[in-house]
């Protein structure tokens, strides 16, 4: 039976699964949702995730929701080193990930919801939350700056799973405005990814075209 993976293709959190997956050589059957639409919010998704958000996986009788969560679970289903080769390899790479929701991936999402799910809705950002967010990104990205600074990757000196957990918010940077390009090393990074893991260049382009259709579609362009 297929592992079953429930999302929207323009989400970031989606992309991190769809990702890991496609590296890890684990074939997924993709359920298409539209969240621009509701479609999370149906009694049938809510029994698979209450909160009403996505990506979930439903592997037989295990059902995931929280893209980390789901990746580690992958990872583990097929012993894939992108959770590290050594025990404190993992516990550096869950230490990023957790790092990931706590400090940067949440702001990245808010920015989301002010400067694009208002924009589709035709309502205004809000500048407080706005600032908020900008400043609490500018916190962790020079944390994340400086441990760049002499590094390829997050841990170790290959691609692991906290750098793809650490990325996604790039996903979206160039529509969100979030202040990444004041951190060098960062930026630096994240191209390195685009230039040498081409299904992460795949799944950014996936995204792109969703969220470009989104704005046509509720006249605001690009």
């Known amino acids: 039976m ?35 639409k509701g479609d999370s919010h149906t009694p049938e998704f809510l029994k698979l995730n209450p909160h009403g958000l996505t990506p979930v996986m439903v592997d037989g009788d295990t059902v995931l929701y929280e893209a980390a969560a789901i990746n580690v679970y992958l990872a583990e289903k097929v012993g894939s080193d992108l959770l590290g080769t050594t025990a404190r390899e993992r516990y ?24 694009i799910v208002k924009s589709v809705m035709g309502e205004a950002e809000d500048p407080s939350i706005v600032g908020l967010v900008e400043r ?6 020079a944390v994340l700056d400086t441990h760049l600074a002499d ?14 957990d650490v990325a996604a918010p790039f996903s979206q940077s160039h529509r969100t405005r979030i202040p990444f390009h004041e951190f060098p090393h960062l930026v630096a990074w994240q191209q390195r990814l685009l230039d040498t893991v081409p299904v992460w260049a795949e799944t950014k382009r996936e995204i792109d075209e969703r969220i470009d259709r989104v704005l046509a579609e509720a006249g605001r362009g690009r």
Not at 136 to 141: L, S
């Open 2 to 36: 297929a592992i079953k993976l429930y999302g929207d293709p323009g989400s970031g959190s989606r992309r991190r699964v769809t990702t890991a997956a496609a590296l890890m050589g684990i074939e997924l059957e993709y359920v298409n949702m539209d969240l621009f």
């Open 92 to 115: 550096e790479v869950l230490q990023w990930m957790f790092w990931s929701g706590e400090q940067w991936r949440v702001f990245a999402t808010t920015l989301f919801n002010e400067r």
């Open 136 to 141: 609490n990104v500018r916190a962790a990205a």
């Open 151 to 164: 590094r390829s990757f997050i841990v170790g000196d290959r691609l692991t799973l906290a750098d793809i």
